[in-house]
């Protein structure tokens, strides 16, 4: 739900602590991150990070660049995954400022 202050998000049930960030990026929808992770051998990394905010491209960000991710290596992949990600939590006041650019 959009207003001119920014979003609201609607919690209409009990929210649960993530187990980890794959699985929850399975639980979200986000089936190709899922898959790209495994892919480039980073669940681990990934799952044992502290600290951790991802920015988690959508299904149809990989459909978007499909035909290019069979020509990738695991070390390319992995490097595109890793650029998504930050060792910090990102505060939504920093959001708003790395929306501009």
Same mark, same amino acid.
């Given at each position: 739900?959009?207003?001119?202050?920014?979003?609201?998000?609607?919690?209409?049930?009990?929210?649960?602590?993530?187990?980890?960030?794959?699985?929850?990026?399975?639980?979200?929808?986000?089936?190709?991150?899922?898959?790209?992770?495994?892919?480039?051998?980073?669940?681990?990394?990934?799952?044992?990070?502290?600290?951790?905010? &991802?920015?988690?491209?959508?299904?149809?960000?990989?459909?978007? !660049?499909? =035909?290019? +991710?069979?020509? %990738? *290596?695991?070390?390319?992949?992995?490097? &595109?995954?890793?650029?998504?990600?930050?060792?910090?939590?990102? !505060?939504? =006041?920093? +959001?708003?400022? %790395? *929306?501009?650019?």
């Amino acid at each position: 739900m959009n207003f001119t202050g920014g979003v609201v998000h609607i919690i209409n049930q009990v929210l649960t602590v993530p187990t980890n960030a794959s699985m929850t990026a399975v639980d979200a929808g986000l089936s190709d991150t899922a898959g790209a992770l495994m892919q480039a051998n980073l669940v681990d990394a990934i799952d044992g990070a502290k600290d951790l905010t &991802i920015f988690a491209p959508n299904n149809a960000a990989f459909e978007a !660049i499909g =035909s290019a +991710l069979p020509n %990738l *290596t695991m070390q390319q992949l992995a490097g &595109i995954l890793e650029y998504h990600g930050k060792l910090r939590t990102v !505060i939504p =006041s920093i +959001l708003s400022i %790395l *929306t501009k650019f």
